[in-house]
């Protein structure tokens, strides 16, 4: 069982920055990755970067060079820090976790695939104006 609780969200200037957060708690000791999603008003779903639980990163090709996911294993908790925001990044952000070898399977084809993905935060909201 594993619960993800998102924090970080808020109101960014276009070109700013902003720090989201994601808290884990699990029963058991699993191996996950976690998976930063956002959907902004009227589109999809997307997947933008994940990590490993032993660190292994990829990035959609639309936010490579402003979005850095990181985790502090000691904390429990995943980061994902957007760069040089845009208008565009106004977004429900949710973070999710998979199992590494799920996860990893569908990197292996440059995907992100949210069905590989077994739970899910609540999401927090993120605009940017200004």
């Known amino acids: 069982q594993v619960q993800l609780v998102e924090s970080g969200g808020g109101l960014g200037q276009p070109g700013g920055s902003l720090r989201l957060s994601c808290g884990i708690s699990?029963?058991?000791?699993?191996?996950?990755?976690i998976g930063w999603f956002h959907q902004a008003p009227g589109k999809e779903l997307e997947g933008v970067p994940c990590?490993?639980?032993?660190?292994?990163?990829w990035y959609a090709d639309s936010v490579k060079g402003r979005f850095t996911v990181a985790r502090d294993n000691a904390k429990n908790t995943v980061y994902l820090q957007i760069d040089n925001l845009k208008p565009e990044d106004t977004a429900v952000y949710y973070c999710?976790?998979?199992?590494?070898?799920?996860?990893?399977?569908?990197?292996?084809?440059?995907?992100?695939?949210?069905?590989?993905?077994?739970?899910w935060g609540q999401g927090t909201q993120v605009t940017v104006s200004s």
């Open positions: 999710a976790a998979g199992r590494d070898e799920v996860v990893l399977s569908a990197q292996a084809m440059g995907l992100m695939i949210k069905g590989d993905y077994s739970y």
């Open positions: 699990m029963v058991g000791k699993f191996y996950y990755a």
């Open positions: 990590i490993t639980s032993d660190g292994n990163t």
